[in-house]
Nanobody, 122 residues
Framework: QLQASGGGLVQAGGSLRLSCAAS????????TGWFRQAPGKEREFVAT????????YYGDFVDGRFTIFRDNAKNTVYLQMRSLKPEDTAVYYC?????????????????WGQGTQVTVSS
């Protein structure tokens, strides 16, 4: 089970940190990813991190503005977002996938947390 939190309203250029807390047996063997979905758009890959925290991958639009990292002692994965733009406005979801699997498509992920709304004002 995954629990996402940390969304909110922020001005353009601001920062937010999202959290994804995992519980249950799946947290010990799964990698984690973040996706986002804006109204009327498809769910978009944001970032993923493997179980060890060494392997990270980002969507092309991130352009160095976001950092994904994890604290395994807390079973939590974070998404630090900086230099936010109005086009980053979306519901952000975290999801779990088997370690070593592909990561860019929502279908690669087995389970999902509820979303957290991020709104960036201009």
């Amino acid at each position: 089970q995954l629990q996402a939190s940390g969304g909110g309203l922020v001005q353009a250029g601001g920062s937010l940190r999202l959290s994804c807390a995992a519980s249950g047996s799946t947290s010990s063997s799964y990698a984690t990813g973040w996706f986002r979905q804006a109204p009327g758009k498809e769910r978009e890959f944001v970032a993923t991190i493997n179980r060890s925290g060494v392997g990270t991958y980002y969507g092309d639009f991130v352009d160095g503005r976001f950092t994904i990292f994890r604290d395994n002692a807390k079973n939590t994965v974070y998404l630090q977002m900086r230099s936010l733009k109005p086009e980053d406005t979306a519901v952000y979801y975290c999801a779990g996938r088997p370690s070593g699997s592909r990561w860019k498509d929502p279908a690669d992920y087995d389970y999902w947390g509820q979303g957290t709304q991020v709104t960036v004002s201009s």
